[in-house]
């Protein structure tokens, strides 16, 4: 007899789950919650990819799709920029965030994953992620993978939550997330799915050991700058020049 199937889900099929069911009020609440400054730190990430007109650009784990028009605003109508998530609700959001946008922006929105994705290698001129790299299942295949699509010589910027070293501002933050943001969330009926922020955060490696990480993916070049306090940071990597 042939036993029943069985039904694994596994971390992937969870987080992107939990993007899915977010997509509704996920920019609205970023908005809320960071009292507009997330589209602060979202405009130095696509400063510091070095993004320039004309260029081809990635945008990874573009979600709802903010990044990916910053990016298409500064590559411009001769440049092309590629929106990739793995949540099909949220690339929902973002095809209808660039409907609204004239002229139309060079932008593709493609539903794949981090880990395996669906280019050349040596394709991009420069890319961003945002709130990316705390979520995929396996941090180092992402920076891989990232690392094989960048042509020689190009720029990623990825933000993330991050660490402050100052104990009064590590409280503040974990404060922020426990007594504002989990709140705001439950009120929308979403309280599981941000509870999940801070032990992500937790889990998530801090400056340094992301910096290891992104030298061992391949990266010639690999700082990090915290922002707003430390509780925001953003990783610029650059590829060996050929
Ligand atoms: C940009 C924000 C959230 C992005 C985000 C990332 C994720 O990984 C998620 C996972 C699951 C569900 C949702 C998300 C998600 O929304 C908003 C961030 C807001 C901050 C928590 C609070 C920012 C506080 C301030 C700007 C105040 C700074 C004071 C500091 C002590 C200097
Ligand atoms: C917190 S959201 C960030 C969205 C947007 N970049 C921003 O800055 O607001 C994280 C996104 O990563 C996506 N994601 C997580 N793991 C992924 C993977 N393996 N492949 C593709 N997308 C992934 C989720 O679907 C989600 O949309």
């Not at 929105?109 to 992620?129: G, H, Q, R, V, Y």
């Amino acid at each position: 007899m042939t036993p029943p199937a069985v039904e694994t889900t596994t971390d992937a099929d969870r987080i992107q789950a939990l993007f899915n069911r977010i997509a509704p009020v996920y920019d609205r609440l970023n908005d809320w919650l960071s009292f507009g400054q997330h589209r602060i730190w979202k405009l130095m990430t696509v400063k510091w990819s070095h993004a320039s007109p004309g260029d081809i650009c990635l945008d990874l784990c573009c979600g709802s799709g903010d990044l990916a028009q910053l990016l298409g605003e500064r590559v411009g109508q001769t440049g092309q920029v590629f929106g990739v998530d793995f949540s099909s609700a949220q690339l929902e959001i973002a095809r209808q965030r660039g409907e609204n946008h004239y002229p139309p922006l060079p932008i593709q929105w493609i539903e794949a994953d981090a880990l395996n994705l669906p280019f050349a290698n040596n394709f991009f001129d420069a890319a961003t992620m945002g709130y990316g790299l705390r979520n995929v299942t396996d941090i180092p295949r992402s920076l891989q993978e990232l690392h094989r699509v960048l042509k020689p010589g190009a720029t990623a910027a990825i933000l993330d939550f991050h660490r402050p070293s100052n104990p009064t501002i590590q409280a503040i933050q974990q404060w922020i997330l426990q007594t504002i943001v989990v709140p705001v969330a439950t009120a929308n009926g979403l309280q599981e799915e941000y509870a999940y922020i801070l032990p992500s955060l937790e889990k998530f490696p801090q400056g340094p050991e992301q910096i290891r990480l992104a030298q061992q993916a391949g990266f010639a070049q690999a700082t990090h700058y915290p922002i707003s306090g430390g509780i925001m940071g953003v990783l610029v990597v650059t590829k060996r020049h050929s």
